[in-house]
T-cell receptor
Framework: KNEVEQSPQNLTAQEGEFITINCSYS?????LHWLQQHPGGGIVSLFM???GKKKHGRLIATINIQEKHSSLHITASHPRDSAVYIC???????????FGKGTHLIIQP | NAGVTQTPKFRVLKTGQSMTLLCAQD?????MYWYRQDPGMGLRLIHY???????AKGEVPDGYNVSRLKKQNFLLGLESAAPSQTSVYFC????????????????FGPGTRLTVL
């Protein structure tokens, strides 16, 4: 079973700050997903990456497959970024994802 | 497109009652999943399906049954509900990739909050 560790568990920051959330996993994977869960409960997929780096707007995700580590960065953070961010490695098959417990991010104005 | 929808949104059951949660997707996805989310724990896979008429067990399948009679629908049944099944249930769907990784991003439904008394 893939053990997934996210850090920090909770993060409070001021608007405009650069945010980094880290994810480490124990078993080699084919891809890793980053998900966002809004305060209302809905879950949205942000990224799926298997190597290198991806960027969507102010969000950047990186992965180092050899080191079994991924990071999610948010530039120029905004209160609307407040959410739980979940890391989910995948072995690449159809049998779903293994999820971290999430990082609860609060951005204060 | 509605994406992934779940019915009902909320439900309260008494111990021993049965119910079925319905998940529907209009994206013609092959793969569908049922997860449960509990406080302090990550989402956990209950059952999944890789196509119409197929189902497979996930990490926490006990006490649940599933069916995928139509490609667009994935049903999760609780035959005799227990308080330990109090949780938020999420359905998700995805399409198989052409190469590794074999599955693409997952699209999630809004969740069903179930309380078993």
């Amino acid at each position: 079973k893939n053990e997934v560790e996210q850090s920090p568990q909770n993060l409070t920051a001021q608007e405009g700050e650069f945010i980094t959330i880290n994810c480490s996993y124990s078993v080699g994977i084919s891809a890793l997903h980053w998900l966002q869960q809004h305060p209302g409960g809905g879950i949205v997929s942000l990224f799926m990456l298997s190597s290198g780096k991806k960027k969507h707007g102010r969000l950047i995700a990186t992965i180092n497959i050899q080191e079994k580590h991924s990071s999610l960065h948010i530039t120029a953070s905004h209160p609307r970024d407040s959410a739980v961010y979940i890391c989910a490695p995948s072995g690449g098959g159809a049998d779903g994802l293994t999820f971290g417990k999430g990082t609860h991010l609060i951005i204060q104005p | 497109n509605a994406g992934v929808t779940q019915t009902p949104k909320f439900r309260v059951l008494k111990t021993g009652q049965s119910m079925t949660l319905l998940c529907a997707q209009d994206m013609n996805h092959e793969y569908m999943y049922w997860y449960r989310q509990d406080p302090g724990m990550g989402l956990r896979l209950i059952h999944y399906s890789v196509g119409e008429g197929t189902t497979a067990k996930g990490e926490v399948p006990d006490g649940y049954n599933v069916s995928r009679l139509k490609k667009q629908n994935f049903l999760l049944g609780l035959e005799s509900a227990a308080p330990s099944q109090t949780s938020v249930y999420f359905c998700a769907s995805s399409q198989p990739g052409l190469a590794l990784p074999l599955a693409r991003e997952q699209f999630f439904g809004p969740g069903t909050r179930l309380t078993v008394l």
